[in-house]
């Protein structure tokens, strides 16, 4: 059964996104995909408000998380972690060989730029990671805060996830000296998962271009020859490429601005309407994300049981808690196409629920 999904991605796709990647692919050699990818990575440069080139990666977000740390990491990554996205950044860094320091935040606070500070300060690290939006607890760092801080030290190349937040909002990558941006297909541009995007600074490729075990298939310097050429390392998946070709026209037409002013008055909807249901938000109001929102099970409601009649009625799904979260929490996410109406139906549809379960 395909649900309308309102878990925090992979989110619903469109009919339109779903034809375009119907479209019949061409070799990834040939012109006819230098255009394609030259229609998309300008518009993607836009969004990610940058001059640094965007390149096209086919894999998931975190196949560029981990590439990430193995271009740039020579001495230590300082991996900042306040949720489960984060925290497993860490881990990964580890798996990678590299020497890697854990910066620990509760779930549901936020990345503390004074913390960063200090610890970038004792000089021994020089990359550092960062979750702008943690999706496991709906908490949204103030990224120019700490990014003010990581500037102060040029050694240090930061390491940037915006995977479940880039397009909900601005993120001005340049503007915030950020060296590595990171997102995904499925999040809030709504494609199918698959195709993730990185734009990288030149401190960041003169950084990979003396780094050892840099591998292949997410070396930086691969990526740049080919994307000289409008091209990528090897076979790339051409259908997602349509898909967030479409998706570009898509965002462009709405407009930049709208498509943000769409996702804070969703956002706002959704929190309304759980605070009037007397729940709390899990992370402290003021990081809470705008891309989705993560309530705190206060009133102790069967959660599972709520999704699965909201599954079986009504044919939707939002998120019962993710990992130690599960039934303490739930997610409901606004990014993407969602418009006050769609939120609105699914809010009725939790109303009728609700009522049952609340007893
Ligand atoms: C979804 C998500 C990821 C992981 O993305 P994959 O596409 O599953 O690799 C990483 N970081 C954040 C913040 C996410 O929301």
Known sequence: MAYKLYIPGPINVSEK??????TPIMGHRMPEFAELAGNVVPRMQQLFYTKDPVFLSTSSSWGIMEGSLRNVT??????????????KWFDVAKRCGKDAEFLQFDWGKPVDPEA???????????????IHN???????????????VVRKYPEVISIVDTVSSFSTLPIKK?????????TGSQKALACPPGLSFLSVSDK??????????RGYYFDFLEFKKFFDKNQTPSTPVISLIYAINSKLDDIFAEGVENRYARHAANNKLVREWGYNHGFKLFPEEKYGSVALNCFANNLEIDIAGVNSELKKRYNMAIDGGYGKLKGKTFRISNMGDETQESMKELLGNLDTILAEFKK
């Open 17 to 22: 996104t779903y034809k375009a990647m119907a």
């Open 174 to 182: 340049d503007e915030l000296g950020i060296d590595v941006m990171v």
């Open 134 to 148: 943690e999706t496991s607890t709906g908490t949204m760092t103030d990224i120019a805060a700490v990014m003010e």
């Open 204 to 213: 960041a490729m003169e950084r990979a271009s003396k780094t050892e075990g």
């Open 74 to 87: 020579q001495k230590a990554v300082l991996n900042c972690g306040n949720g489960a996205f984060s925290d």
């Open 116 to 130: 960063v500070d200090k610890a970038l300060s004792t000089g021994k690290f020089d990359s550092i990671t960062i």
